[in-house]
């Protein structure tokens, strides 16, 4: 028994700290190792009693050393040992055992035990038997395979196709700007969208990390210093890498921070000091806020503020996620079902996009902030399955189902003035015909007539000639295929919308007896 591990026995050490500072009970059934895990240690009673105690301690050192995500993989694995052996102790036919009901697939998960005892009979030689430890010096695993969402354009949980991408990045620039969707719900999916990190790095951003300088890529611009995960042996925000931003996300992100730093400032009746502004959560727990005395000054709320206590959890965060985008009432052309999103959807498609741009392994590791290369290969792979995907779906009779077409179909001009008397004429690409009118009379700077069929403010005529804009953009998009599907598939939601515009004009003829 090494001597620290001796000497907090003796001493009866009752409270122990995390890795992420987190106080908790070692003799307790539960530990809160940070904000977002908490894990179950119970299991650690049924072993027999000589190995008990040891057990017990090399889990702490893990709580204590490591991060929170890994211990709680190491008692989730030696939990499944155990209920799936029936073990009390670690005999080498009891390993083999759940080494066998593990199966090839699940290798990996087996060596996430073999990490556990090697610790263990580190920190307690001779407590583990010999043949037992030199198996685990032998033996191979097979790695965890990586990549098969991305490889098999899963559409659940694959990367987004350019139809759901597309309308998750014009609905949340639509519903912002009706009042449907608040600043936070738009900063959020827009932080996922833009920079694809993992759900963790999102939850742990403060406001401090948001600013606009002209130095980091040259010229003025919103940056994002985003806290790295990950990284071996890193704390919380430990370490960060900067994400640039669209102007129209910086500004709505920065208007976020500034109503996060109002509400929590209203909750704790006072102002607070530029440094604590800064350590606020971008994405803040007001309960855990509100449940404390915070007087000014109190060194325990900065000490909270410096940590994760009031940030979301990630389970929070996938659950907005989620919710935000229920709100924007998007249909896959894959599954004809409502969209389903969660962040690393959108980590997917951030590095399948890149690929498809022509990024590279090391361009593309960037992106992402993978500390290591070893999963990036998957997505330059997945190209070409991606291409012929991005076929099949346009050829697909579920893109019946998307709801591209946002606006309202009207009689003709007349009915169109009626709704709003300064409403202006949209015409074709080549301006020789009136397709439609705009409902509303503010500035635009999106590409008519084709980004007109995905607004919600076009009010196309019925008996206007849609099927020329049709024409235009389907050989557009045959004549590009070739040389670039990616590109070629930049306007598919677009001809879908014509599509159903010129379906819903048909049916109205139909219903109402009038000709075209």
């Known amino acids: ?51 008990r105690p040891s057990i017990l301690e090399t889990a702490l050192y893990f709580a204590e050393n490591r991060s929170a995500a890994h211990t709680r ?82 559409p659940q949980d694959g990367p987004f196709s350019d139809y759901e991408y597309e309308a998750i990045i014009a609905g949340i620039d639509d519903k912002f700007s009706d009042g449907t969707l608040t600043g936070e719900e738009y900063s959020l999916i827009a932080l996922f969208a833009a920079t694809g990190r993992r759900r963790l790095q999102i939850a742990s951003l403060k406001v401090g990390d948001v600013r606009c300088d002209e130095e980091t890529i040259g010229q003025m611009a919103f940056i994002v210093s985003v806290p790295r ?19 129209k996300y910086g500004q709505v992100l920065q208007e976020h921070c500034d109503r996060v730093v109002l509400r929590v400032e209203s909750i704790l009746n006072r102002e607070l000091t530029t440094d604590d502004r800064a350590m606020l959560p971008v994405f803040t727990d007001y309960d855990a806020i509100s449940i404390g005395d915070w007087k000014e000054g109190d060194e ?71 500390s290591d290369m070893q999963n990036v290969d998957v997505y330059i792979n997945s190209v070409p399955e991606y291409a012929k995907e991005i076929s099949e779906v346009m050829n697909s009779h579920l893109t019946q189902y998307v709801a591209a077409f946002q606006g309202e179909i009207v009689k003709n001009e007349e009915e169109a003035l009626s709704e709003n008397p300064n409403a202006s004429r949209i015409r074709t690409e080549d301006a ?57 598939s930049i306007n598919d939601r677009a001809i879908q919308a014509v599509l159903q515009v010129i379906v819903r004009c048909n049916e109205e003829v139909a219903l109402t007896g009038d000709s075209l």
């Open 73 to 154: 993989n190491l008692l989730v694995l030696l939990k499944s040992y155990q209920k799936n052996t029936n073990a009390k102790d670690f005999s080498l036919c009891e390993i083999l055992q759940f080494k066998a009901y593990l199966g090839e697939e699940g290798e990996y998960k087996f060596g996430v035990l073999r990490v556990f005892i090697k610790q263990l009979n580190l920190l307690f030689p001779k407590i583990i038997s010999e043949d037992v430890i030199e198996f685990f010096e032998k033996v191979k695993l097979k790695g965890n395979s990586k990549g098969w969402k991305v490889l098999s354009f899963d």
């Open 229 to 247: 995960s990950k990284v071996h042996g890193g704390k919380f925000r430990g370490e960060f890498l900067d994400a640039a931003l669209l102007d």
């Open 300 to 370: 325990e709320f900065r000490k909270y503020l410096s940590g994760d206590y009031f940030h979301k959890t990630v389970e929070n965060i996938s659950a907005s996620v989620q919710s935000t985008i229920n709100k924007l009432g998007i249909t896959s052309e894959r599954t004809g079902l409502p969209l389903k999103a969660n962040p690393h959807r959108f980590r997917y498609t951030v590095g399948t996009r890149a690929a498809r741009e022509g990024a590279g392994s090391l361009l593309i590791a960037t992106l992402l902030d993978h």
């Open 1 to 51: 028994m090494s001597v620290a591990l001796a000497s907090r026995r003796q001493r009866n050490i009752q409270e122990t700290v995390s890795y992420d500072n987190y106080k908790f009970f070692p003799n307790d059934d539960i530990w809160q190792l940070n904000k977002n895990c908490k894990i179950r240690v119970s299991c650690i009673r049924s072993f027999e009693d000589y190995l």
């Open 432 to 488: 020789l015909d009136n397709i439609g009118s705009c409902g509303t009379n503010a500035m635009c700077s999106k590409y008519a007539p084709v980004a007109c069929y995905l607004c919600e403010k076009f009010r196309p005529w019925r008996d206007a000639p849609h099927h020329l804009v049709l024409k235009h953009l389907e050989e557009e998009r045959n004549s590009l295929f070739n040389d670039d599907p990616a590109i070629a």
